[in-house]
């Protein structure tokens, strides 16, 4: 599967959190990313998977970021993670959702919080 969009909504104890989360599964959606974009519209995520670490090497915005592990637990948490940087993910990632930065409330989600994707 390539990249898309609209295809999930991330939710967190049943609260829509964001409502459009592209996916990128395949080997090159995944080598590409959010790379060649200038940003991501609001409200928007990339869900890749698999994904135990990212880099921000060429991308021209910061992001916030969501390792999660194959329950969907959350492992990391990262904001505003700045171009030309590299992040792994920690024990038991699995996944990532990557967010322009802002677009994820401070307080909505937490580590060890479980986050259910569907469409």
Same mark, same amino acid.
């Given at each position: &599967?390539?990249?898309?969009? =609209?295809? +999930?909504? !991330?939710? /967190?104890?049943?609260?829509? #959190?964001?409502? #459009?989360? $592209?996916?990128a599964f395949s080997m090159h959606a995944?080598?590409?990313?959010? !790379? ?5 519209? $609001? %409200?928007? %995520? &990339? ?24 329950? +969907?637990?959350?492992?990391? +948490?990262?904001?505003? !993670?700045? *171009? /030309?940087? &590299?992040? !792994? ?7 990532v959702i990557e967010f322009q930065s802002g677009w994820l409330a401070q307080d =909505? +989600?937490?580590?060890? $919080?479980?986050?259910?994707?569907? *469409?």
């Open positions: &599967m390539s990249s898309s969009q =609209a295809d +999930l909504c !991330l939710f /967190n104890q049943n609260a829509v #959190r964001i409502a #459009r989360i $592209e996916t995944r080598m590409k990313g959010l !790379l060649g974009r200038h940003a991501l519209p $609001e %409200g928007t %995520g &990339m869900y890749i998977r698999p994904c135990s670490s990212i880099h921000t090497f060429g991308m021209q915005f910061t992001i916030d970021v969501v390792f999660v592990n194959s329950d +969907l637990r959350v492992v990391t +948490l990262r904001r505003r !993670l700045s *171009p /030309n940087r &590299m992040l !792994l993910g920690g024990k038991g990632a699995r996944a =909505a +989600l937490h580590i060890g $919080e479980c986050i259910s994707l569907r *469409p």
